[in-house]
């Protein structure tokens, strides 16, 4: 069994362009798009083309999921007709990795050709109008991980991969949310498709009552424990970013009640909706522009 924090170590520049190379010289893809699948929603790969699949382990210095939901694989193909590379399943800090190593995947990424990632997670709902089985475009965030000093991007800063202080107010980009809306409602999608913020708590545990409180009145439309490291990396690496969120349970605001967040729900409902999912990325994979 893995140890909690045995890895601490944040890989440099020539280690992370090392295993990029690794990577492309195991196809002949070459993806300027990156996707990052959240829990129960890899099902995406499965649409994937002329593939490469490539497990975690087998990749040196990549961070190894250990969560129900998340396969721990690597694609590379196309999607769509476009040259794609997917992750399949994701790490958190919560299974005992620094921010920085969740890093490691964004930033080889990248040094395969990466122009624009595209990431999405399942997210407990806090704004009162939304159910579950809503999807959330994310319009911005709340790093409250970071409030703590919980960042990626924190030590040393090598320039090659980006600026010491990247700006955030852009973080995601306003002309693929508009896309993913105009495609959203062209398949007939937007009566349950929202655009909202999203917040990170590391987890594991799901939020207390008091907390969910606070996420609301700060102005949080859905909570997670993910996302967040891996869009402030592409950003200080200058991709462009898309995120979504499928709204898998609503956390709970009230004291003394029956009810209890739990990751079955979180599953079953990224099982019930991975389908329109696929549907929607993939219309948007397929009009994006990635000359």
């Known amino acids: 069994m893995r140890t909690l924090f045995i890895d601490r170590e944040v890989l440099s520049y020539d280690e992370v362009k090392k295993i990029a190379d690794s990577l492309l010289a195991q196809t002949p893809i070459r993806p300027k798009l990156g996707i990052i699948c959240g829990s129960g929603l890899g099902a995406l790969a499965d649409i994937v083309e002329d593939r490469t699949v490539i497990p975690y382990e087998k990749i040196p210095g990549f961070p190894v999921s250990t969560v129900p939901g998340h396969e721990g694989k690597l694609v590379i193909g196309k999607l ?35 122009q624009i990632l595209f990431v999405t997670c399942a997210a407990g709902g806090i704004n009162d109008s939304y159910q579950v089985g809503d999807i959330m475009i994310i319009r911005d965030h709340i790093n409250l991980a970071g ?100 709204i898998s349970n609503l956390v709970i605001s009230e004291y003394d009640v029956d009810e209890k967040a739990n990751h079955e729900e979180v599953l079953e409902t990224g099982q019930k909706r991975s389908k329109d999912l696929q549907n929607l990325v993939a219309a948007m994979v397929e009009k994006l522009d990635l000359a």
């Open 80 to 114: 769509k007709g476009k040259e794609v590379v997917l992750m399949q399943g994701r790490a958190h800090c919560y299974e005992g990795y620094p921010p920085q190593k969740i890093a490691v995947p964004v930033r080889t990424m990248k040094m395969m050709g990466v």
């Open 147 to 246: 409030f703590a000093g919980i960042n990626p991007l924190v030590g040393m800063n090598d320039n090659r991969f980006g600026e010491r202080f990247p700006p955030m107010s852009d973080a995601y980009d306003r002309q693929i949310r508009a896309l993913a809306k105009a495609e959203a409602k062209r398949m007939g999608l937007d009566p349950f498709v929202r655009e909202g913020v999203y917040s990170m708590m590391v987890g594991p545990n799901f939020e207390t009552v008091t907390e969910c409180r606070l996420l609301r009145l700060v102005g949080a439309d859905a909570t997670g424990m993910s996302t967040v490291p891996e869009v402030l990396v592409a950003r200080h690496c200058g991709m462009r970013v898309f995120a979504m969120g499928l």
